[in-house]
């Protein structure tokens, strides 16, 4: 009994000091520095770019070897930088019915409970929520399977097709900007259904599938291959595209869009579509285009 009081009280304590870490964004103008730090990722002054992404670089270990372009000096503006593209060859498709969509680190993957999905030990929060309000949208992936994957900043951050799909809707959901850093994600409770967000709505041979693109702090905009660029401007009302009437498909591995300054990707998959390895667990790191999952509708 003194050990699960032990425990208990270790969990608390730490949860505490989450919370305590993560109060002075709740007093910070997140808008405001997203702002600064988008005009700054976009100028293109070469006295600038010439000290931010060197510095970047070292600052956070990015691996430049893998980079089409691997000079610093060959990048117009910190943007451009960070949505470079990688060399041909050096990440394969895995021979696999899902891919992983991204470079990052998994930080939850598992079964959407009671139409709720895991963020942190204690922190669940709502699918509909995450999707926007859409109730209807949501039912599709009660008892489903979902995957969240943070991307750091040393990560490559073009987002890709973890299958083929057909695209059929984009929402786009104001909110927050909250980091998405670890202590964040077990600080913040509902962070990825508070934050802005871009839901993109696929149909796929396997039934319906989501990709959210979380935004956090200091990103400044996100982008899809179909639309450009869809925040900013930011609006305080949700907006919605409709691609019924367009044969919008997408291959697995095809790049479906980017973060400036990176942030998160939440899968949804509806039930018994996908069945996630045993080593897909929390905190391991990902690259993308290898296997993530084997599909259970063949």
Known sequence: MAADWAQGATVKV???????AVLPQYLLPK??????????????AKWWTRAVIPWFIAR?????????????????CFNDFFTRALREGVRPLAQADFVSPVDGAIVQCGSIEGGKLLQAKGHHYSAQALLGGDARLAAQFDD????SLYLSPKDYHRIHMPCDGRLVRMIHVPGHLFSVNPTTVRGVPG???RNERVVCV?????????LV????????????????????????????????????????????????LGSTVVMLFTRHTLDF???WVRGRAVRMGEAMAVSLKK
Not at 37 to 42: K, Q, V
């Open 14 to 20: 730490s949860d505490l000091i989450d919370r305590l």
């Open 31 to 44: 808008q405001l520095l997203t702002v600064i730090a988008g005009a700054g990722a976009a100028s293109r």
């Open 60 to 76: 956070y270990g990015v691996n430049m070897a893998e980079a089409a372009d691997p000079g610093p000096a060959g990048y117009a």
């Open 144 to 147: 489903g399977e979902f995957a």
């Open 191 to 193: 962070l990825f259904a």
């Open 202 to 210: 696929f149909e796929s041979d396997r039934g319906p599938f989501v």
């Open 213 to 260: 693109l979380v935004g956090a702090t200091i990103v400044g905009s996100v982008a899809t291959v179909w639309h450009g660029v869809v925040s900013p401007p930011r609006f305080a009302r949700v907006r919605e595209w409709h691609y019924d009437d367009r044969a919008a498909v997408l291959r697995q591995g095809e790049e479906m869009g980017r973060f400036l």
């Open 277 to 279: 390895p045993s080593d």
